[in-house]
């Protein structure tokens, strides 16, 4: 049973009425459980990103992942640095109903031999800027960027502050099968 976990610290500015620029700092902590013997591994990583404000769209470019690499004890590992494109557009049916549809092409830089190409595809419903449910799914090449699976999750936001949970639905031999995620944050 591994368990992984991640500090993060981002902070965006918007250069001016259509542009925005971001840099976040990740500390991760990652405990493989008894997998060959291996010890609890940490490391520091960077994303940088860029995005452009449409009225009812965004577009973005990030590189992800930049840092040291993790040590289990037996070995170092490369980060699983990536260079993304995305989009979304949303839809604001009235001042409490708004539906997104997201798209994302990724390449994954590093390690090298892992290096390829994946997709994100997703949608979420909010309420009342207070209640998200979202559903995606990512496409992947289980030799190198990951298995394909799908995913359902939900939020929680109120005054800044978040919580959101996601669930992995993929099939019975896959890596991510019952992965589930829950995050915490705060936005000022």
Known sequence: TPKEFSIDLGYAYRLCDRWSVSAVLHYISSDLGDFSGAKKGSAFAADLGAMYHAPSWN?????????SKIDYGYDSYDLPASLKAGGAYWHTFSDRHRLTGHAELAYRLMPSDYSGVNVGLGAEYLYNDLIAVRGGYHIGDD????????????????RGAEVNFAYWLAGSDS??????????????
């Open 143 to 158: 030799k190198k960027t990951g298995p394909s699976y799908a995913t359902l999750g939900c939020g929680l936001m109120y």
């Open 175 to 188: 890596p991510v099968k019952g992965t589930f995620c829950l995050s915490a944050g705060w936005n000022f």
């Open 59 to 67: 577009a973005g470019l990030s590189v992800t992942n930049l840092g």
